[in-house]
């Protein structure tokens, strides 16, 4: 079994920054391979970013490329998202995710982080 938890949510004035963090707890979470998804208000839980069990690879939603940065730290059992140059569309519960398979569908899923980007 694998516990995620999300941190590092709160209110942003467009145009800043944030880093959400997921610490990973249980089954040897170097295995995982990790992920963040988002859901705004009155949609679906969209894919945000992901970076492979190693972490030497990295995909990401053609909507936040260039602005949002995955990366790990499998020492700290931490995976991190940094976003910069945020914007209202980026307001959004933010959800870390883990899989022990290297693709398909996630298995384990954190609480969710807020995220409010203010105009």
């Known amino acids: 079994q694998v516990q995620l938890v999300e941190s590092g949510g709160g209110l942003v004035q467009a145009g800043g920054s944030l880093r959400l963090s997921c610490t990973a707890s249980g089954r040897t979470s170097s295995s995982l391979r990790m992920a963040w998804f988002r859901q705004a208000p009155g949609t679906e839980r969209a894919f945000v970013a992901a970076i492979s069990r190693i972490g030497g690879r990295t995909t990401y939603a053609d909507s936040v490329k260039g602005r949002f940065t995955i990366s790990r730290d499998n020492a700290k059992n931490t995976v991190n998202l940094e976003m910069n140059s945020l914007n209202s569309e980026d307001t959004a519960v933010y959800y870390c995710?883990?899989?022990?398979?290297?693709?398909?569908?996630?298995?384990?899923w954190g609480q969710g982080t807020q995220v409010t980007v203010s105009s």
């Open positions: 995710a883990a899989s022990f398979f290297s693709a398909g569908q996630y298995n384990y």
